[in-house]
C-alpha cells in the first residue's frame, strides 16, 4: 500500500474543488479552528483565500501563553525580582506581556528568569543547584501536561525542597462549551487540534455533538488541514452532526491511556481563568493535596483573581473568534511582532502574529 503524500497539490485541489462545490448548498459557514498551529498553518497556505466566500476561518483560543492570566506572569516577576527566586518558563511566555510587566522586561533589569525547553529539566537544574529556590511556569494544554505531571512526580519522589510549579494548564473541551454558550458568536463546526486530541483522544469531545456542533479532529499538513475543512462542510451540508477523526494515524478514540493516567494522578479539574475570555467551569487543573509542596500558588501565597488585556488591546475578542486579528485598532501599528502590546501577537501559536506575518485572505 502506498502512502499518502499530505502535500500532494493536485490532492488538495481536488478536495478544494469539492469543497466549495458543497458550499454553494449553504449559507454562510464559521469554522473555528482551535489549535494554534492550524492557525499558522492556514495563514502560510493562504487557505482563507481558496475556499469559498461564504466559508469563513476564524481562530479560537488554541494558543497557550495567549490564554494565561497576566498575574500569572505578574506574580511570577515580582519574586523573580523581588525574592530572588529563579523563574524557570518555556521561552515563548518570555516576552507575553503581562497585567504589569514581562518577564523579559523583568530579566532585563535584573530578574531571575532562565528559559527552558522541559519541566524536566527543572528538576534537573534544582537538584544540580539545592542552595537556589526555582519556580517553574507550567503553562499550556493537555499536550504539556504530561511531562509536568512526570516532572512533579520526579520532585517529590526525590524530595527536591527547592523547586516548585506555577501551574496555569487549561482543558479544551470546556473552553469549547463555552464559546458554544456565547450567543454573541456563531459557530458552525470545530477543527479540532491534533496534539491536543493525541492524549484525550476524541471520546472527549462527544459533548460537541449534544450542542449541535460538527467538528473534525486535524493534523497538520496540509491535506491534514484540507480534509479537515471538508469534513465539517460535509457534514454541515447533510445535516449531520458528529465528531470526526481525521487524523487516524496519530490519534485515538480513548486517547493516550498512560498519559491520561499521569494526568489524573497528579492534578485535579478547577475553574479556572483563562485570559481574554473569562472564567470556565472546570477547565484547568491544579496540583492535588498530595503535591501541594510543590505547588507555587500555596509556597509563595499566589492568588489569580483577575485578567485584563493591555489598553486597547482586543485579544480577548480574537480569541474568542469575534474578530479577525486586523480589526484589531492597534493590530500593525501600535502592536507588531517587534513591538507586541497583546499576547496574541507575540506566540508562534498567536493568532494575531499569524495573520501579521500571512495575511487574512
Known amino acids: 500500500m502506498s502512502l499518502i503524500n499530505f502535500t500532494d497539490t493536485t490532492l488538495a485541489h481536488k478536495l478544494l474543488e469539492n469543497i466549495n462545490t458543497i458550499a454553494q448548498k449553504l449559507n454562510s459557514v464559521t469554522i473555528m479552528e482551535v489549535c494554534g498551529t492550524h492557525t499558522m498553518e492556514i495563514g502560510r497556505l493562504s487557505l482563507r483565500s481558496l475556499l469559498s466566500k461564504n466559508i469563513k476561518l476564524v481562530s479560537g483560543p488554541g494558543c497557550p501563553v495567549c490564554v494565561t492570566p497576566g498575574e500569572i506572569i505578574d506574580a511570577a516577576g515580582m519574586l523573580a525580582r523581588k525574592k530572588k527566586v529563579t523563574v524557570l518558563s518555556f521561552g515563548d511566555m518570555l516576552r507575553v ?8 522586561d523583568i530579566q532585563s533589569k535584573g530578574g531571575l528568569i ?3 525547553t522541559s519541566p524536566l529539566q527543572a528538576v534537573k537544574i534544582a537538584i544540580k543547584n539545592p542552595d537556589i529556590n526555582f519556580i517553574f511556569i507550567a503553562a499550556g494544554f493537555e499536550t504539556t501536561a504530561p511531562v509536568v505531571a512526570r516532572s512533579v512526580i520526579l520532585a517529590y519522589e526525590k524530595k527536591v525542597k527547592n523547586l516548585s510549579f506555577l501551574v496555569s494548564l487549561r482543558i479544551i473541551p470546556p473552553a469549547l462549551d463555552a464559546l458554544i454558550s456565547d450567543k454573541d458568536l456563531q459557530i458552525s463546526g470545530f477543527m479540532l487540534p491534533g496534539h491536543v486530541s493525541a492524549v484525550i483522544g476524541l471520546n472527549a469531545y462527544k459533548n ?8 473534525a479532529v486535524t493534523g497538520f499538513e496540509p491535506l491534514d488541514i484540507i480534509n479537515g475543512v471538508y469534513s465539517i462542510i460535509s457534514m454541515l451540508a447533510a445535516d449531520r452532526v458528529d465528531v470526526v477523526n481525521s487524523y487516524t494515524r496519530v490519534v ?5 491511556p498512560s498519559a491520561l493516567k499521569l494526568i489524573n494522578d497528579v492534578f485535579e479539574p478547577v475553574d479556572s481563568l483563562w485570559r481574554g475570555i473569562g472564567m470556565i467551569p472546570q477547565s484547568g487543573l491544579a496540583l492535588r493535596e498530595k503535591y501541594s509542596s510543590l505547588d507555587a500558588m500555596i509556597r509563595y501565597s499566589i492568588s489569580i483573581e483577575a485578567e ?8 480577548g475578542d480574537v480569541l474568542r473568534g469575534k474578530i479577525d486579528p486586523d480589526k484589531c485598532k492597534l493590530f500593525g501599528k501600535t502592536c507588531n511582532p517587534i513591538s507586541p502590546r497583546g499576547p496574541c501577537m507575540v506566540s508562534t501559536e498567536g493568532s494575531c502574529a499569524a495573520y501579521f506575518r500571512y495575511g487574512g485572505r
Open 97 to 104: 506581556p503581562g497585567n504589569r510587566t514581562s518577564l523579559e
Open 208 to 215: 460537541l455533538i449534544s450542542r449541535g456542533k460538527p467538528a
Open 308 to 315: 485584563k488585556m493591555p489598553d486597547g488591546c482586543a485579544c
Open 252 to 256: 485515538r478514540e480513548e486517547g493516550n
Open 114 to 116: 532562565e528559559a527552558i
